[in-house]
């Protein structure tokens, strides 16, 4: 079992910054990929970035040039860097632990509880 805790998120103005991040813990594998989602009222959750334990990362259309996803394996943490964030980021913003295991049937996603992430003048 992994647990995720995200802290971060909070209230800012169109073209502010945030730094959102997910520390996990618990029965921790490697390799694995940690990542971000978010969901927005009456949307589904989608995709925000991922990065793998290796370093490889992907991200959504909407925040590339914006976003910057990273990680301290040390530490078992995740962190998101959101620069000039706008309006349609307004979302809640889940914290994804999934190992990278051969064997699929372990590749299943563990979620934080999520953190509010307004972005509003």
């Known amino acids: 079992q992994v647990q995720l805790v995200e802290s971060g998120g909070g209230l800012v103005q169109p073209g502010g910054s945030l730094r959102l991040s997910c520390a996990a813990s618990?029965?921790?594998?490697?390799?694995?990929?940690m990542g971000w989602y978010r969901q927005a009222p009456g949307k589904e959750r989608e995709l925000v970035a991922t990065?793998?334990?290796?370093?490889?990362?992907k991200y959504a259309d909407p925040v590339k040039g914006r976003f910057t996803i990273s990680r301290d394996n040390a530490k078992n943490t995740v962190y998101l860097q959101m620069n000039s964030l706008k309006p349609e980021d307004t979302a809640v913003y889940y914290c994804?632990?999934?190992?990278?295991?051969?064997?699929?049937?372990?590749?299943?996603?563990?979620w934080g509880q999520g953190t509010q992430v307004t972005v509003s003048s």
């Open positions: 990065i793998t334990s290796g370093g490889s990362t």
């Open positions: 994804n632990y999934k190992r990278d295991s051969p064997y699929n049937y372990l590749n299943y996603d563990h």
């Open positions: 618990g029965s921790i594998f490697s390799p694995n990929t």
